[in-house]
T-cell receptor, first 112, second 119 residues
């Protein structure tokens, strides 16, 4: 069974700092990996999707990398802003079936 | 064993036809989410409701999609007219928000999904 872990569980940084969120998974046979943000009381908002054949994806100040062999993905956020405060989740979609497995999330607080 | 149910589980239809997907949230939950999952886009949030009121449907194409909650036990997602690009798996999830609280992922229970194919 795929297990997805995210560290740290919580992170607090001053505005303007660059930061890295980590996601690790136990089974490298994935179809894709997706990063989401979740704001309090809301659903998941997709940030970046990396197919298994890709190594990274970029969107604005966000950059996500994928290393299947080591079972790791990182989400890099440049020049953090208070509006980035949210919970960040990664999810992997496995090759068989239609299941996706979510990580436990990292709660990010950017202090003005 | 409380769970979110969705019907139908599979739907094949022709372009231009109306499609209605139904979701029964877990009894007592006051928040409902609709997601769409495709190969290329992954999981996307389409709409979410709290206490039957739509709070955000910005992820939903307004011209052909509509989401409603006729009552607390039923949420519907309708596509009219359907197009081949709508082919995807549509997930419903429900959760419980307490006053001032957040719906954590582990409190957001996903249904089995409706696999839609539009020919």
């Amino acid at each position: 069974k795929q297990e997805v872990t995210q560290i740290p569980a919580a992170l607090s940084v001053p505005e303007g700092e660059n930061l890295v969120l980590n996601c690790s998974f136990t089974d490298s046979a994935i179809y894709n990996l997706q990063w989401f943000r979740q704001d309090p009381g809301k659903g998941l908002t997709s940030l970046l999707l990396i197919q298994s054949s890709q190594r990274e994806q970029t969107s604005g100040r966000l950059n996500a990398s994928l290393d299947k062999s080591s079972g790791r993905s990182t989400l890099y956020i440049a020049a953090s802003q208070p509006g980035d405060s949210a919970t960040y989740l990664c999810a992997v979609r496995v090759r068989t079936g239609n299941q996706f497995y979510f990580g436990t999330g990292t709660s990010l607080t950017v202090i003005p | 064993d409380a769970r979110v149910t969705q019907t139908p589980r599979h739907k094949v239809t022709e372009m231009g036809q109306e499609v209605t997907m139904r979701c029964q949230p877990i009894l007592g939950h006051n928040t409902v989410f609709w997601y769409r999952q495709t190969m290329m886009q992954g999981l996307e949030l389409l709409a979410y409701f709290r206490n039957r009121a739509p709070l955000d449907d910005s992820g939903m194409p307004k011209d052909r999609f509509s989401a409603e909650m006729p009552d607390a036990t039923l949420a519907t997602l309708k596509i009219q007219p359907s197009e081949p690009r709508d082919s995807a798996v549509y997930f419903c999830a429900s959760g419980l928000v307490r006053d001032g609280g957040a719906v954590l992922l582990n409190e957001q229970f996903f249904g089995p999904g409706t696999r839609l194919t539009v020919l």
